[in-house]
Each structure stands twice: as C-alpha cells, then as structure tokens.
C-alpha cells in the first residue's frame, strides 16, 4: 500500500520560515520523481517545486530563491525547506510521487502565513 505523510506544517509569521517533509511509504522511492503542489482557499492546485531521481530541482517562480526542495533516498523522504514566507504562501501543502504515469498524493499539510 502506498502512502506519502506529509508533516511540518504550521501558523508562521510573514518572514518566517517552516520546513515541510514528506514520507513515502510503499514505492521504490529512488526511481520516484517527487515534487510539492499547495492549493489555496479557492484556488486549483498548483505545482511549487520537483526533485528528480538524480537530484535535478525546479522551481516555481513564485517561490524561487525562498524555498528548497531536497531528498534524502536513505530515508525515502522529501523535504520542502521555506524561507522568507509571505501571506500568499498560505495554502494546503502537497507531496507527489511520479514514476512514469503513475502519480500518488499525500493528504497534505496546512501552511498559514499571517501579516
């Protein structure tokens, strides 16, 4: 059975900083290709960033040069480090796994920047 557990998130200041991690339980997590995705109140998902199996990250440009994505095989995890949060971070945070067309979603996690 698969499951991605997401955990780390929290009410933060604008400035502040959280670090999100995410779990993968029951995939061969080194051929997965794994990303985060936030959906705001009202709003469609949206992708944030994605680490592939080598490592190569992307960002979204709203969040490039505030936030880091990284992976650590040993322990299937990955890891969505943000800093300098402002108000329109504000959303529930996603993890993904991608191998080939195979996608599978953990159950999220809230993130609240307050002003």
């Known amino acids: 059975q698969v499951q991605l557990v997401e955990s780390g998130g929290d009410l933060v200041q604008a400035g502040g900083s959280l670090r999100l991690s995410c779990v993968a339980h029951?995939?061969?997590?080194?051929?997965?290709?794994m990303g985060w995705y936030r959906q705001a109140p009202g709003k469609q998902r949206e992708w944030v960033a994605l680490?592939?199996?080598?490592?190569?990250?992307n960002y979204a440009d709203s969040v490039k040069g505030r936030f880091t994505i990284s992976r650590d095989n040993a322990k299937s995890s990955v890891y969505l480090q943000m800093n300098s949060l402002k108000p329109e971070d504000t959303a529930v945070y996603y993890c993904?796994?991608?191998?080939?067309?195979?996608?599978?979603w953990g159950q999220g996690t809230q993130v609240t920047v307050s002003s």
């Open positions: 993904n796994s991608q191998m080939g067309v195979t996608n599978y």
């Open positions: 029951g995939i061969i997590f080194s051929r997965a290709a």
């Open positions: 680490i592939s199996r080598v490592g190569t990250t």
